[in-house]
């Protein structure tokens, strides 16, 4: 009986989806028929040993940096040249001794060549300090970041690629609000020279990091033309981000559109709660806009509107199951009847707000129901919050009563308890209809 056990418990979890049995009667049989499942040891992901090398290379690094700090000022120039150089001779030389050896660890290894690379950066700190050099300080940064990327392509390494990609952002922010230049060399490099590395190596944690940054750098350069078109090249930018994931599915690497869409979902939801209290004033005066300003923001545009028609004529990139449409209808909601009207000019600034809390509050409601629906915990936690903080930001600024106010928030509550119960009962459920052989 016991070798026909998972036969036994595979047709009870149909019966039970068939509607033949009740809840409690399955229950009955599954304690009646237990099965025997076999203890499987997990699997050594090398993934912990990874973390703590290259943080330990870190922390090590910024030790012996501090330790140098400490007698800096009693040490000789030529002595100072020493030790930053053998610094980064060292660290560097031990990362391609160990790749000499078969047994060595990759990541351990990159944790080396980072090491020396962060000494490196230090170094051109240093020097200046040394021979004091008054020069132009963001191009420190700039300097490190090349060499960062020299060496993330050599290596290859994406480690390399993310410090290149922070180091880009921290040399194109101090341009921006320190010097006033608004260069858009930053989101070039983003796009030319890291994003495809990350695209070679399949790497998710260097593409996430990549995506992070372009639209902050590309920001960066629209800075400068004017702060009113800043929240509309945010929108566009998200919007194409949440198409091109739909046309990732369909290319070489399809596991790089889910990286888009946590991406630009984690960007997105922020920019339109904030959206609900400043909503999208017109964006007047675009003739006017000096050098290559105008295409700053009609570059967005651009690829928002190309990128979504392309995913929508084809086939295979179309959304398919109903709450697929309504996730990207409302992104096209969004584009279509604020976005545009503001480009063209159309003062669209009272009902986008009410717009953008429409949209907040249908992705809470979409996430509960997904939550719910597949038993999905964070997703669920993250729809109630959005919900919560969509209840406490609208409903203190629409109602002076304490009495409506409090009686929104109990059914705030009501609401809240009842997604718990729901939860709950699809998760016995579930766990009733699985066959447990």
Known sequence: MDNNNPWLRAEIA???????????????????????????PKSDIAWGKAIFAVLGAGVFGLGVIL??????????????????????????????????????NPRITESFHLLGTMIFGAG??????????????????????????????????????ALATILLLLWSGLETFEFGRHIPLASCA??????????????????AVVLLALPLSYVFTVF??????????????????????????????????????????SLWLPLIFIGSFIGLSPLLGMSQLAGFGLLYVLLPLFAAVVAWAIAIARL???????????????????????????????????????LFNIVFMAYGLLYVYRG????????????????????????????????????????????????GLRYSKQSTRKKLEKPHA
């Open 67 to 104: 330790l140098f700090a400490y007698n800096w000022e009693g040490m000789h120039r030529f002595a100072k040249m020493a030790a930053i150089g053998l610094g980064i001779v060292g660290a560097h030389g031990i990362a391609l001794l160990m790749a000499k050896s078969d047994k060595s």
């Open 14 to 40: 149909q019966w039970l989806r068939e509607g033949i049995i009740t809840d409690e009667q399955a229950r009955t049989l599954y304690a009646r028929y237990p099965a025997f499942v076999a203890y499987r």
């Open 190 to 207: 983003l796009l030319l020279l890291i994003l495809p590395l990350a695209y070679l190596q399949r790497s998710a944690s260097l593409l």
């Open 372 to 419: 719910t629906q597949f038993l999905k915990g964070r997703i669920l936690s993250l729809g109630c919050v959005m919900l919560v903080l969509l209840g406490a930001a609208r409903f203190t600024d629409l109602f002076q009563s304490l009495l409506a106010r409090s009686a929104v928030f109990l059914l705030l509550g009501v609401l809240l308890f009842l997604i």
């Open 224 to 265: 400068g033309i004017g702060e009113k078109y800043l929240f509309a090249v945010g929108l566009l930018l998200l919007i194409s981000y949440f198409a091109l994931a739909n046309l990732a599915t369909v290319s070489a690497y399809p596991e790089s559109a889910y990286v888009v869409k946590i991406v630009a979902s």
């Open 316 to 354: 295979r990139t179309r959304p398919e199951t109903l709450d697929e449409w309504l996730e990207n209808g409302l992104v096209l909601l969004v584009l279509l009847v604020v976005v545009l009207p503001a480009v063209v000019g159309l003062d669209v600034n009272g009902f986008s707000r009410g």
């Open 124 to 161: 051109i700190w240093l020097i200046a300090q040394i021979y004091h050099f008054d020069a132009h300080y963001p191009d420190g940064f700039l300097l490190w970041c090349v060499a960062a990327l020299a060496l993330a392509w050599a290596l290859p390494s994406t480690a390399h690629a």
